[in-house]
Antibody, heavy 117, light 108 residues
Framework: HLQESGPGLAKPSETLSLTCTVS??????????WGWVRRPPGKGLEWIAS???????HYNPSLMSRVTISVDTSKNQFSLKVNSVTAADTAVYYC???????????WGQGTTVTVSS | EIVMTQSPATLSVSPGERATLSCRAS??????LAWYQQKPGQAPRLLIY???TRATGIAARFSGRGSGTEFTLTISSLQSEDFAVYYC??????????FGQGTKLEIK
C-alpha cells in the first residue's frame, strides 16, 4: 500500500515537497524501485523520477533540473521535491512501485497539487 | 529519447464488441512495454507487462501483442467497466519510463 502526502496548494516559484509512505512491505526490497508519476489536468501520464532503497535515482530528462527524489528507509518513505514550480506543475501526483519484471504494479491514490498565487 | 504514440486518440465501441488499441515506439524497445487502464478519479491500473503478460487479477479478455516498435492491446468483448483511458508505457531503459498520450475508450 502506498500513500501520498503533501500540500494541496503551492505558490509559483516555491518548492513543492511530497512524501509517499510504504506500508505492508519493506522499501528496502531489491525487487523494486519506487517512483513518482503525475497527470496534469486534461493531459496524460508523465513519469517524473524513480529511486531504489540504496538511493540510486533516475530522472525524466525534461524535469531533472528541477526535481529531486530521495528515500528514507528508516521511515519506509520516499519523497519528491520540485523546485521553482509554475502553473504547469499543477497535477495529480501519484507514487508508484516499478517492478523488475516491468510495469508499475502498485499505485497510491494520488494527491492533487495546484500551483497558484 | 523514446517517443510513444498511441492511436486513435478516442475509440468508440459498443459493449460486447472487440476493441483494438495501438501503440508505436519511435525506436525498438523489444518487449519492454506495459499497458495501463485509468478511470476518472482513480489511479492507473497495470494490465499488461512484457508486451503480452497479464498482470495479477486481470481478466482474460485483455490481451497484448507486439514487439520492436508496434504493439496492440485488444479487449475481446467490452464490458461496461472497460470504458476508460488506456496508456502504453515503455521501459526499455528501466527504471526510466515513457508513457504514450493515451487512448480514450468510450461507449458507442
Amino acid at each position: 500500500h502506498l500513500q501520498e502526502s503533501g500540500p494541496g496548494l503551492a505558490k509559483p516559484s516555491e518548492t513543492l515537497s511530497l512524501t509517499c509512505t510504504v506500508s505492508g512491505g519493506s522499501i528496502s526490497s531489491r525487487s523494486y524501485y519506487w517512483g513518482w508519476v503525475r497527470r496534469p489536468p486534461g493531459k496524460g501520464l508523465e513519469w517524473i523520477a524513480s529511486i531504489n532503497y540504496s538511493g540510486s535515482a533516475h530522472y525524466n530528462p525534461s524535469l531533472m533540473s528541477r526535481v529531486t527524489i530521495s528515500v528514507d528507509t528508516s521511515k519506509n518513505q520516499f519523497s519528491l521535491k520540485v523546485n521553482s514550480v509554475t502553473a504547469a506543475d499543477t497535477a495529480v501526483y501519484y507514487c508508484t512501485r516499478p517492478t523488475v519484471t516491468g510495469g508499475m504494479d502498485v499505485w497510491g491514490q494520488g494527491t492533487t497539487v495546484t500551483v497558484s498565487s | 529519447e523514446i517517443v510513444m504514440t498511441q492511436s486513435p486518440a478516442t475509440l468508440s465501441v459498443s459493449p460486447g464488441e472487440r476493441a483494438t488499441l495501438s501503440c508505436r515506439a519511435s525506436q525498438s524497445i523489444s518487449s519492454s512495454l506495459a499497458w495501463y487502464q485509468q478511470k476518472p478519479g482513480q489511479a492507473p491500473r497495470l494490465l499488461i507487462y512484457g508486451a503480452s503478460t497479464r498482470a495479477t487479477g486481470i481478466a482474460a479478455r485483455f490481451s497484448g501483442r507486439g514487439s520492436g516498435t508496434e504493439f496492440t492491446l485488444t479487449i475481446s468483448s467490452l464490458q461496461s467497466e472497460d470504458f476508460a483511458v488506456y496508456y502504453c508505457q515503455e521501459y526499455n531503459n528501466w527504471p526510466q519510463f515513457t508513457f504514450g498520450q493515451g487512448t480514450k475508450l468510450e461507449i458507442k
